[in-house]
């Protein structure tokens, strides 16, 4: 299997089930209880907690831990919504078109109570304007969530931009608007400072990068408006209740850390594969789009649409070649629909229908980029002979 479908999810690092198992054999211990073999587990999630700061530039207590970056992207736009909003702080979100699902069907969950959600176009390389986030702000907003990259395109937001405009627009409107970044996609390959960024909440998920599935975790800056999803014991200091996946946790921390210290050499190469893999696509096969910015881009991400096609009928044809790719968020693929980000950057319905994700990891060879040119123009060609697709 040559595997070219990394923003799904990746391998888990050796490290981090190493780190692992003592926590699922024999240090097994409930973390919230006082006994020896608690207080292991419970240093055991401290340390990771510390671990993970140190990657994000921030305190340890402002990590919480989640089951994923679904329920940390959640977490994070209810309990500061429903914070602000009980506060007398307005009831108005503002997010862009492109965000994952996680994001938008949470803002549509928030206008079941009362919320208006502003959605920020972008332009036709998939890049938001920091300038259009600041106009679409009201005396009302409550929250502004903007993706750090992109799932399906992999364009790179200006989050760090984007934070002081919206600093600015607050200091118009003499009131501080939390900033959150999903930035589920980025380890490994940006910078995850939440200094540098601006943000006052993050989310990630572990799977990503690395880690075991099932894992995630929340940037909650000290002192942002926010209330708890989860209600039951006291565990993440108040703010995610239920037992630790101690396993899960230390697991997780270990892949982000190792993700992170490997960045700066990964990238560069990664990047050289990604562009090589994108232009011989555009080589091969003829009336394809290139979508997304082609530069500001993670450096493992080749999204291209192909006239003609449907781009689920060729995952299935690449799939029986052996290779495997996506044909945009792998979340959505059992409710087949038309990629709303494609859509979004003006692709008309033919070609958003069209659209194929290829996400490359450290270990893609170019024999393997090679193996998928070989084998995809065929597979294109075979299906624009035979398949019926739309026309408008």
């Not at 921390?253 to 232009?279: G, H, M, N, Q």
């Not at 299906?383 to 697709?389: C, D, E, M, P, S």
Request: net charge neutral; aromatic share 4%; hydrophobic share 40%.
């Amino acid at each position: 299997m040559i595997y070219l479908d990394n923003a799904a999810t990746a391998p888990l690092l050796p490290e981090a089930l190493e780190a692992m198992l003592p926590y699922m054999q024999g240090a097994f211990g409930n973390p919230s209880a006082t006994y020896s073999l608690a207080r292991q587990a419970q240093k055991a999630i401290d340390d990771a907690r510390r671990t993970v700061a140190s990657v994000l530039n921030a305190r340890g207590a402002d990590i919480v831990f989640t089951s994923g970056g679904t329920e940390s992207i959640n977490t994070a736009l209810k309990g500061v919504a429903f914070a602000l909003k009980k506060a007398g702080g307005g009831n108005h979100v503002v997010t862009t078109t492109i965000e994952h699902h996680a994001v938008h069907h949470t803002c549509n969950y928030l206008e079941q109570f009362g919320f208006e959600v502003t959605y920020v176009p972008v332009g036709r390389s998939g890049i938001v304007d920091p300038d259009d986030v600041a106009r679409a702000i009201t005396g009302k907003t409550t929250l502004v969530s903007v993706m750090l990259a992109n799932n399906e395109i992999g364009t790179i937001q200006p989050v760090a931009e984007i934070a002081a405009a919206v600093a600015a627009r607050g200091r118009e409107l003499r009131r501080k608007i939390p900033l959150h970044t999903d930035a589920v996609q980025a380890p490994g390959y940006l910078p995850l400072d939440v200094a540098t960024l601006g943000v006052d909440l993050l989310s990630l998920s572990g799977h990503k990068f690395g880690g075991p599935k099932g894992m995630g975790l929340l940037f909650v800056r000290r002192g942002t408006p926010f209330v708890s999803q989860m209600a039951g014991g006291g565990q993440e200091r108040q703010r995610r209740a239920g037992t630790e996946n101690v396993a899960g946790i230390v697991g997780q921390a270990v892949a982000l850390f190792v993700t992170d210290s490997r960045r700066d050499a990964v990238v560069p190469e990664l990047t050289r594969k990604r562009d090589l893999l994108a232009r011989r696509i555009l080589e091969a096969v003829p009336d394809v789009i290139y979508n997304g910015n082609p530069e500001r881009r993670l450096p493992n991400n080749v999204n291209v649409s192909f006239r003609g096609v449907k781009g689920d009928d060729l995952v299935l044809a690449l799939d029986r070649e052996g290779i495997a790719v996506s044909a945009g968020a792998a979340c959505g693929s059992s409710t087949w629909e038309p990629s709303h980000v494609l859509l979004a950057l003006g692709l008309s319905m033919p070609e958003a229908v069209g659209g194929l994700r290829l996400t490359l990891s450290p270990g893609t060879t170019e024999a393997e980029i090679d193996e998928v040119v070989r084998i995809l123009p065929g597979a294109v060609a075979s299906l624009r002979k035979g398949a019926t697709v739309l026309t408008s």
